[in-house]
């Protein structure tokens, strides 16, 4: 499989991580993968054959190009046939002053590409499908996004400093910043729901999620337990449990699949976490 990263234009970096592509004739993957909780938003085109969601123990085909939203627990997916994907990966909150559309919206499912958001991303994907090189894509999406870029950007500042500021402190509690920032916990959930489609405790969750992750496969501690004490857990049995929810298993059986996906992201999540999470 090869995979690739392409940094934004400057003016979108504080909302697009990264572009990405993936293409391989038949991906390295186990018949079912994990899509785990990571604070992202991802416009995917797919230009390959089409893959399932699993849910339920049923397969339901995700059609063409599509958005994944933001994700509260772990999505399951099977891609085992051809795959030829050019994507945009969003950072925290970073979605919504491009789409406007409030992000808890489109969470925690796939979302066809004409239905949200209309034909002007359509002829996008138009273009990128007879686009012949990585770099004119990557010219033809920045010139989109910077043609969609809302200028007045005031939730999205706001999540930001707020975010920081949180992420800076991590011993103190959400009530701590909402008095810090002179903002009720209901009108601050409203703001982050809006723009992040997470509260601030579920991001607090999912980061120290994918903290744990990053421990567990860089086999540095000697337990589980030892995983959970560096996390910031209060012991095993909240590891557990929090981890369980986020990714439908527990944290041994989790790192036994050894996931294909979740090890091909394991940069992108490193990068993520030490710049105080996806900001």
């Known amino acids: 499989m090869i995979y690739r990263e392409f940094a934004p234009h400057?003016?979108?970096a504080p909302y697009v991580e990264c572009y990405w592509k993936a293409d391989a004739d038949r991906p390295?993957?186990?018949?079912e993968e994990?899509?785990?909780p990571d604070g992202t938003i991802e416009l995917m085109f797919n230009f390959g054959d089409n893959y399932a969601r699993v849910k339920n123990g049923s397969r339901q085909p995700v059609k063409g190009s599509h958005i994944i939203g933001i994700r509260q627990h772990a999505l399951r997916i099977s891609q085992t046939a051809h795959q030829h994907v050019f994507s945009v990966r969003?950072?925290?909150g970073g979605a919504y002053p491009l789409f406007r559309i409030p992000a808890h919206l489109l969470a925690n499912d796939f979302w066809s590409l004409p239905d949200?958001?209309?034909r002007d991303y359509t002829l996008l994907e138009e273009q990128l499908f007879e686009a012949t090189t990585d770099e004119q894509r990557v010219l033809l999406t920045d010139r989109f996004l910077l043609?969609?870029?809302e200028f007045d950007n005031t939730a999205h500042r706001f999540l930001q400093q707020y975010t920081a500021w949180m992420l800076?402190?991590?011993d103190v509690s959400v009530a701590d910043a909402c008095k810090a920032f002179g903002i009720s916990y209901k009108a601050m959930e409203r703001r982050f729901s809006q723009v992040a489609g997470l509260t601030p405790s579920e991001l607090l969750k999912i980061r120290r999620f994918n903290k744990a992750i990053l421990a567990m496969y860089s086999c540095r501690h000697e337990s589980l337990t030892a995983v959970a004490h560096s996390c910031g857990f209060y012991d095993q049995s909240?590891?557990?449990r929090e981890f369980k929810q986020l990714s439908g298993t527990t944290p041994r059986r989790f790192l036994e699949e050894q996931y294909t996906i979740v090890q091909v992201i394991q940069p992108a999540l490193a990068a993520r976490l030490s710049k105080s999470y996806n900001l």
């Open 28 to 31: 390295p993957f186990r018949d």
């Open 116 to 118: 949200v958001l209309g």
């Open 147 to 149: 043609g969609r870029l």
């Open 10 to 12: 400057p003016q979108l």
């Open 90 to 92: 969003f950072r925290l």
């Open 34 to 36: 994990s899509l785990i």
């Open 238 to 240: 909240h590891f557990i």
């Open 168 to 170: 800076q402190r991590e």
